[in-house]
């Protein structure tokens, strides 16, 4: 799925590595790789890359190695399985036994996979089968007006369809069964008489079990030392040869091996020759079916077996289960997120966030600052919002070789104040060069302290910046200077100009490294501790402020070069 | 949320009327039957919505013998954006041979796509619908959804949290991530406003997805 312009991209497990303690765990092979990349820009247009690019919202991060953590290096633990359609929790003994299907009432639609409704039946009489007075309640789907009234099912009650739809299926297919009973005893009219349905799938499955089953129950070993001529080149004469000439210690491992087995050779037995009567009349039955009356890839691979040819043939589709499912770090094991395992609810026990630990950066042209973002396509006449429409910049067409400004915001969700460089490759790797500037690459952002704060000494300096009217003179981009600054949040202008058209996306990679002091959120709880324990606590963390530093790629999409 | 009252209230003759609550509401969109149309604050309706208000339950006759006030027909919560061209219609069925309306409720955080129709029964908060899809009838959509544009959800469709949505017929085709919806305290604050004629901070502005093969959706 095509992102909208602009987008920002985290890189994970590329080999740069923020603290080295990660490193050092991992194995020694991929060490020499690791120094390799280690001062290398990171190319958003390579292979690799592709696999370790992520919007900020699904990165996770872990606490103790102190770094993002991507789908590619946390783990996942299924904390409980659920049906999307009726929003129940399956035990997993249930998902064990029955497979991952919801066994309620939920099903889907054999030919469009929306889900289907159980309806009631105004007037059931010609279609009931004989015996069944009660019928009453159908499947039919909202969206293509398929219902199971197409393939003759219908229902006595509106619960446990599954178990009447099993208890239907049965009783069809015994019914079938009989009818080739019926049929292979009076054998004088085989094969001039249109030919009788091929047993079904299950049928031969389960013929095919048992007659495995007897076959290796009664298959004995074979007495090597009786010889039969007829078997001369069977396998057991020639164990018997083999035996005759092998030496005393080899022949105790040979008679350990398998007798060969005899396969099924009839329909009884689970083998289904193919006949040409039988092919004859499917290619009838299809020629005369049409392309209408025939099934699709799509709609054959979800039927439970898929050589359902005929439309006809279709059995609705039980609702495939979902899972809610833990996330734990590969490297320590620690967990990261784990929800609550009742789908009802849509919270998390645990959740560390990677937006709640790594700043935000966001970037828009700076034409367009002050207007809407382009995911809000505005269809508002010219003469009502005359700023709006006019000064809507175009990401998708960017000019080649003319210098655009970019407003670059980092957010910052942490408690304390943050030092950020800012590095990016003056030109752009890829075949579209285009050169990069950052006008300010080292700035502070603020703490993320109380939203109160900010309301409360909302001051005239704060406002005055940001109400920039279209109308008034611009305010100029300076090289050094912070363009603007919030509470936990600093704005610096970004100049890109574009490359002559190779690729058509520009894509800036961006290396972030931010430092901040830090102090343990429990340290007086922990000096305590040291106070009163003495050796005992030999393990209590480094107390007082330390520095951390946290590093990590980012790649920003700024727009496409037009006539690209 | 933090931000200060507004101290200069648009001018009357603005394209957008404000109400007290912080509503942003189109003078061009089409609302009918306003005493059945709730909205929660910092809402924003954009130009050429269609809230169809008037078609709302009947009141029922009360015990004593008085007539119930009329049931609201269209909710909607705070912070929800309806982009330009949408129809709201709330969901109706047939029953006992009458025609009958039924309430629609959209949560906090919505935001809808230009040119969707809806008319589900229940749309949960953190939900971001497309442009032009369609909602079926009676479909409820739960917390954290996306749904990608185009995407047709049938009648009665139930939605679980936390996934994407997409195709005609609609179907699970990804799962969302876990900071969809505003992780927590760092998401917001400082931005200026993307919207037109709002400032909706708490709206995450179009966070992406990745899509999953092995989330047991059904084929598609």
């Known amino acids: 799925m095509a992102q909208q312009f602009p987008y920002t991209y985290y890189a994970c497990c590329v080999n740069i590595s923020s603290s080295s303690s990660i490193a050092q765990k991992r194995s020694s092979r991929v060490a020499t790789a690791h120094e390799e990349d280690e001062d290398r820009t990171f190319d958003p247009r390579s292979p690799r890359a592709n696999y370790s690019l992520y919007p900020l919202e699904h990165l996770l991060y872990c606490d103790d190695c102190q770094q993002i953590r991507c789908p590619r290096c946390y783990t996942e633990e299924i904390v409980a399985w659920y049906c999307p359609s009726c929003l129940f929790d399956v035990p997993n003994t249930q998902v064990r036994t029955e497979g991952n299907r919801c066994q309620r009432n939920c099903y889907n639609c054999p030919i469009c996979t929306s889900p289907l409704q159980v309806n009631p039946l105004e007037h059931s009489s010609h279609l009931a089968p004989e015996g069944s007075s009660g019928a009453s309640y159908f499947l039919g789907c909202p969206y293509c007006n398929w219902s199971s009234l197409d393939i003759g099912v219908e229902f006595a009650k509106h619960t446990g369809i599954t178990a009447q739809l099993a208890k239907l299926k049965s009783a069809r297919q015994s019914q079938a069964k009989k009818e080739r009973h019926e049929r292979a005893e009076n054998k004088d009219i085989k094969d001039t008489d249109p030919p009788n349905a091929p047993p079904t799938h299950d049928d031969l499955f389960t013929n095919l079990r048992s007659f495995y089953k007897d076959t290796l129950s009664s298959t004995n070993p074979v007495n090597p030392l009786s010889f039969d001529p007829t078997l001369y080149n069977s396998p057991p004469s020639v164990t018997r040869l083999m035996n005759l000439y092998a030496p005393p210690s080899a022949k105790r491992a040979k008679a350990a091996k398998p007798t060969p087995m005899r396969e099924a050779h009839s329909p009884s037995e689970g083998f289904l020759p193919l006949s040409p009567t039988t092919e004859d009349a499917t290619i009838a039955r299809m020629a005369q079916a049409g392309w209408d009356g025939l099934t699709s890839t799509a709609q054959r691979v979800q039927q439970q077996h898929p050589t359902t040819k005929f439309v006809d043939d279709l059995w609705p589709v039980q609702t495939r289960l979902l899972t809610r499912r833990a996330k734990r770090c590969a490297t320590c094991r620690h967990i990261l997120t784990k929800p609550d395992s009742k789908i009802s609810s849509t919270r998390y026990r645990i959740r560390i966030l990677a937006l709640d630990k790594i700043p935000r950066l966001s970037i828009r042209a700076l034409a367009a600052h002050n207007t809407p973002h382009p995911s809000f396509p505005i269809t508002v006449s010219s003469t009502a919002s005359s700023s709006t429409t006019a000064s809507r910049f175009e990401y998708e067409s960017l000019r080649p070789g003319v210098m655009t400004q970019y407003l670059l915001t980092l957010h910052n969700p942490l408690f304390e104040p943050i030092r950020v460089t800012l590095g990016t490759p003056a030109v752009t790797p890829g075949n579209l060069a285009s050169r990069v500037t950052v006008l300010c690459p080292q700035f502070e952002v603020g703490a993320n302290t109380d939203v109160w704060d900010e309301a409360l000494n909302s001051s005239a300096a704060l406002s005055s910046k940001s109400k920039t009217q279209p109308g008034d003179a611009p305010i100029q981009a300076e090289a050094g200077k912070v363009w603007e600054r919030g509470r936990n949040w600093t704005s610096v202008v970004v100049e890109i100009v574009p490359g002559f058209p190779g690729d058509t996306v520009v894509e800036v990679p961006v290396f972030v490294r931010l430092e901040y002091e830090y102090e343990h959120p429990d340290a007086a709880v922990f000096e305590k501790m040291r106070e009163e324990g003495g050796a005992k606590v030999l393990e209590v963390p480094e107390l007082g402020k330390q520095t951390r530093e946290v590093a990590f790629w980012t790649v920003l999409g700024v727009g496409k070069v037009a006539g690209g | ?220």
């Open chain 2, 1 to 220: 949320m933090s931000r200060p009252a507004a101290a200069s209230r648009k001018s009357a003759k603005g394209e957008y009327i404000e109400t007290d609550t912080g509503n942003k509401i189109s003078r061009r969109a089409q609302i009918t039957g306003t005493a059945n149309i709730t909205l929660g604050g910092k809402t924003v309706i954009q130009s050429d919505v269609v809230l169809r208000g008037d078609l709302h339950r009947l009141p029922q006759r009360k015990e004593d013998g008085t007539m119930e006030r009329t049931p609201t027909a269209i909710s909607i919560g705070r912070y929800t954006v309806i982009s330009s061209g949408c129809v709201l219609r709330p969901p109706g069925r047939n029953s006992g041979g009458t025609w009958r309306y039924y309430g629609m409720k959209v949560g906090d955080n919505v935001f809808i796509g230009p040119n969707t129709t809806l008319s589900s029964a229940s749309i949960s908060s953190h939900v971001h619908i497309g442009a032009s899809c369609t909602l079926g009838n009676f479909s409820i959509i739960n917390s954290n959804v996306k749904i990608l544009p185009g995407t047709v959800v049938p009648a009665l469709m139930v939605v679980p949290p936390g996934v994407v949505l997409g195709g005609q017929p609609a179907r699970i085709v990804g799962e969302l991530g876990e900071g969809w919806g505003g992780g927590g305290n760092g998401v917001g604050g400082g931005e200026e406003a993307w919207v037109e004629g709002g400032e909706l901070r708490e709206l995450q502005t179009m966070p992406a997805f990745v899509v999953r093969e092995d989330t047991g959706g059904p084929n598609v």
